[in-house]
């Protein structure tokens, strides 16, 4: 647990860099948080994180194969999205959680 | 679990595949799959039976055995007598359990797995000497299949560094 300064806020961080209060979270940490994974966000990345968001407010266990039957993207498109870890990435770009899925 | 810092992270899984059953192959596909979603390379090899899950014609046929598994129990824990297990209709059903099990954890069928997997970057390969064995062509085959192989081609795509051979 740790304080992180992300787009000019303090964000409650855990050890691995994900958000501890998904209520925390704006598009600007998203930006930042990103930007430390390399990727610069699009439309189409915002559409995945609230999508993603959506799903963690339901407390609803998350999967690639989810992500991919949400008619937002589908699996590849979301590899291209989040090169190196769809959901991992995308998770903690979204401030939720990591994933504890297997799938 | 986060990697110690110190460690060298897995950069290649290669899963070789040599059964058939429900179990075996999901196996082989959750750890392929598991790898291409943390950014590690995947390459699976089907030999012998385990051919079955990605020959065209058996994939969606896969089972569990019930005979001669200690592991299998009822519903409810009791032990499920081998005989049972012998009985037509028993193992179809078992497996046409074990599967909607794994779909109520979003855990999808064969062939949508391949999908994901290979979505992901994972390679499919089949082995030489089974095809010939069980007369298998390309054709047979998944369209997701890369090629048949000798192992020895096999091994020549495992090498790098903090790479992985894994039989399931």
């Known amino acids: 647990m740790a304080t992180q300064n992300i787009a000019g806020v303090n964000i409650d961080v855990n050890d691995e860099g994900y958000l501890n209060d998904p209520s925390q979270w704006t598009k600007e940490v998203a930006i930042e948080i990103a930007k430390e994974e390399g990727i610069e966000l699009t439309d189409k990345h915002f559409e995945v994180l609230e999508f993603l968001r959506d799903e963690n407010e339901k407390s609803s266990t998350l999967t690639i194969r989810k992500v991919g039957k949400s008619g937002i993207v589908d699996i590849k498109g979301l590899y291209d999205l989040f090169p190196g870890g769809p959901l991992k990435k995308s998770s903690r770009i979204a401030g939720i959680p990591k994933p504890s899925s297997c799938v | ?168």
Not at chain 2, 39 to 46: D, L, P, S, T, V
Not at chain 2, 53 to 67: D, E, P, R, W
């Open chain 2, 1 to 168: 679990m986060n990697a110690k810092k110190e460690e060298n992270p897995l950069k290649k899984v290669c899963i070789i595949c040599a059964k058939g059953t429900i179990e075996d192959v999901y196996a082989t596909l959750v750890m392929a799959n598991g790898a291409v979603m943390e950014g590690i390379e995947a390459k699976m090899f089907f030999t012998f039976f385990g051919l079955d899950a990605i020959t065209k014609k058996q994939m969606k046929k896969l089972h569990t055995s019930t005979v001669g598994n200690p592991a299998m129990r009822m519903p409810g824990g009791l032990p499920f007598p081998t005989l049972l297990g012998i009985l037509p209709g028993v193992e179809a059903g078992v497996s046409a359990m074990m599967k909607s099990q794994m779909e109520a954890l979003d855990i999808p069928p064969v062939d949508e797995f391949f999908d994901m997997i290979t979505a992901g970057g994972g390679e499919i390969y089949a082995c030489k000497m089974a095809t010939d064995m069980f007369k298998l062509k390309k054709e047979d085959l998944i369209d997701h299949v890369i090629d048949i192989i000798t192992i020895g081609e096999f091994y020549a795509l495992a090498g790098g560094e903090n790479t992985q051979i894994i039989f399931t």
